[in-house]
């Protein structure tokens, strides 16, 4: 899907005002997308607004849903491709967030959030015509949204924290990149964040 070209609908089913507006906002800056926020301020009517509006993005906030309801929405027939996004408004359990598509911070900002989209929407970059990948297509998206912190100077508990991750986690996937890249500096990860255009010298300013 080429995003700027599409518009996508985004269903948030929130009960709190501040968020819900809040957030409707936001998506409304984000650059490279046409995106409609529609607001629902709970869960009891879900069904029926799934059916009347045919959302691309469902944005719900875990606290608010059982694993029930969440198989329930996926079930609905009005959109099979719709996706599902948890509205994290505080550290839930990493199994209960894998059961959604993304998840969104409620201290994210658009180019975070944007990032996010990215990853759901997004069009794949084309292969190399020779066949050879990228070298930073070694990484997954989370490990190099994950590095980016890493080289910006977060420790691993602020990273788990913005990125509503448990600490083991952020541990384990740090791991994970270092063995993809045999790099075991932060020096080290740092040119390679720049040589592959994941950070920029004004960053480190």
């Known amino acids: 899907m080429k995003a700027e070209e599409n518009l996508l609908k985004v269903l948030i089913a929130e009960p709190s005002d501040i968020l819900r507006s809040g957030l409707c906002v936001v998506l409304q800056r984000i650059p490279g997308y046409r995106l409609q926020p529609i607001e629902l301020d709970g869960t009891e009517d879900l069904a029926r607004q799934l059916a009347l509006h045919r959302p691309d993005l469902?944005?719900?906030?875990?606290?608010?849903?059982?694993?029930?309801?969440?198989?329930?929405?996926?079930a609905c027939p009005a959109n099979p491709?719709?996706?599902?996004?948890?509205?994290?408004?505080a550290a839930y359990a990493d199994s209960l967030l894998a059961r959604y598509d993304e998840v969104?911070?409620?201290?994210?900002?658009?180019?975070q959030i944007k990032a996010r989209l990215d990853r759901l929407y997004a069009a794949p970059e084309?292969?190399?015509?020779?066949?050879?990948?990228?070298?930073?297509?070694?990484?997954?998206?989370r490990e190099k949204e994950i590095l980016v912190l890493v080289v910006k100077g977060l420790t691993n508990k602020e990273i788990a924290?913005?990125?509503?991750?448990?600490?083991?986690?952020?541990?384990?996937?740090?791991?994970?990149?270092a063995r993809k890249l045999e790099i075991h500096s932060t020096s080290g990860l740092t040119v390679y964040?720049?040589?592959?255009?994941?950070?920029?010298?004004?960053?480190?300013?």
């Open 161 to 177: 924290q913005q990125l509503y991750l448990s600490t083991h986690t952020v541990i384990t996937h740090r791991r994970n990149i």
């Open 104 to 111: 969104i911070g409620i201290h994210d900002s658009a180019e």
């Open 126 to 141: 084309p292969a190399p015509a020779d066949g050879t990948a990228d070298d930073g297509e070694q990484l997954s998206s």
């Open 58 to 74: 469902l944005v719900v906030d875990p606290a608010f849903w059982s694993v029930a309801d969440l198989e329930h929405a996926r």
């Open 193 to 205: 964040a720049l040589v592959n255009k994941l950070v920029e010298l004004e960053d480190f300013k």
């Open 81 to 89: 491709e719709m996706k599902i996004a948890a509205l994290a408004s």
